[in-house]
């Protein structure tokens, strides 16, 4: 019991002290687990861990197997709440790069890291294999913390974030296919029973998870299942997909997992917010113990194996070699560009499913006495620990040595989601602006994504909205809410990360009357609040233009308006397109020219 509530305290800590470092969680979890595990057999009395994992005749927690059906049972729901947070929306333009990622860039990985440790460490083929297919993962479990902490173009962080998700089944399946032919053996055989699982894992992965994602969310639509037991029946049916699948198709339970939570995802599906806040917290208190577990399941012996020079040139010919090849050449043709498809090679942390599995099966072949399985578990184990260190300490310095650190966050967070918002959503996504809407209101939301603008539920009192890597390029923040409280709280809350470049809302009623009042933070001028934008939205539903003759054309314009509740600026758009938000103190603008142009809502301007 001690050791059980040991694990549980010493996890939360560790992941309390990676949010105040600004550091992957794994990284304290690993080195935990490695202090209470083989180190501390150094300095015991009796030689034994201070927690053993497996039990042995003397002390342990889990009897026989039972801490690998844990594992990935465990596994399987943190694969499934990555796949809720997959949007079709994200790889618009960068959907070919992830597609080459998860399949090229497997086969670079697979092969090259085979060749690497055949040659360098002197295994047999088949471990030297193994030991490639299960380092092919890199995981969202470390690569999300590293991006929240890191302003980059929206399009690398989305290629990193569905890359470590969809490429986890990925390693797993490739793991599974070289165990297999392990355990069959080489020749004839080994050929026709690995296609034949292959192809049960991908037939039984994609029905059972599509499937199920859909009868889940007939469910829910149709409130067949109480509100109060959403999150625990969605969990019992992740669970029952992935434990249904690998019966029929021995280890495609991770892919029908993933395939569920992504077809969930992207179904509007009602309460989906709610149920990813439950899942992420699950998965958070699952990685914390994992982690612990499998990092205190490693034997001393097994850390002393691979201290050698070896270790250290088997990890640099991954990290310099194999990974920017593979990247390089899935993002051949693409629209990034050498300094992002750099950046993009040197993030590639390896996570929980590399070390579950590897765990696993390396125990499993050393059972059977296959020659060279002693060193699966410690050297993936030494890449997983090696590549969060190095990325964790080093992805920032990176990004601003090469150049993809956003200097300037130029994108735009809009909260409240109305037909207003939407309309000035869209025109700001037709010139070229990163643009995100929130919104407390499912049916708004939904709106904005028929119209094909980026939009999710969220609710600004919570505090995961800061740790949302969609939100990484936000420079601006607009509040249009009819609720001047959220407005205020927004602005005084989120300023400093989302509105670094300026943060706007909506004058409330009692400030329209109080003329003295004018907030410097208003948005538009000192009359437009949400009844009288929302009204000239109904009757006059068009973001319009007029181009400026000079500073004196824009400030008659300014007052025109003023007095013509149907004519509403918003932005001004310089020579070079950039686009400047008018405030209440619109007055305040100057050195207009001919070039510029103001953006307005409201009828077509009758300009005399």
Known sequence: MLELAGIVILGIIAQWVAWRLK?????????IGLLVGPISSLYTEDGLKLIEPIWNGKKGLFPGDSLYYFVSLAISIILFEGGLTLKRSEIKNIGPVITKLITLGSLVTFFGAGLAAHYIFGLNWQISFLFSALIIVTGPTVISPILRNIPLKKDISSVLKWEGILIDPIGALAAVLVYEFISVGEGHSFTTTALMEFGKILLFGFTFGFTFAHAL????KNKLIPHYLLNVVSLSVVLLVFVTSDVFAHESGLLAVVVMGLVLGNINLPNLEELLYFKESLSVLLISILFILLAANINISDL?????????ALFAVIILVIRPLGVFLSTQGSSLKLNEKLFISWVGPRGIVAAGIASLFGSKLLAKGETGAEYITPLVFMIVLGTVLLNATTARIVAKLIGVFLKKSEGILILGASEVSRLIAGYLQKNNRHVVLIDSNQSNINKAKEAGLGAFVANIYADNLTDNIELNDMGFLMALTGNSDINNFAISKF??????????????NDEINNSESTPKEGLFSHTDDFIKITETARKHPAINEIKLKDQQHYDSLIKITKNDDDIIPIFLKSPNGDLKVISSFSGEINDITDKHILVYLGKVFEDK
């Open 23 to 31: 550091l992957p969680a794994i990284l304290p979890l690993i080195l």
């Open 217 to 220: 969310s007939i469910a829910v």
């Open 495 to 508: 300023k400093n990360q989302f509105g670094e470049n300026g943060a706007y809302r909506l004058v409330s």
């Open 304 to 312: 002393e194996l691979i201290y050698n020079w070896k270790t250290a």
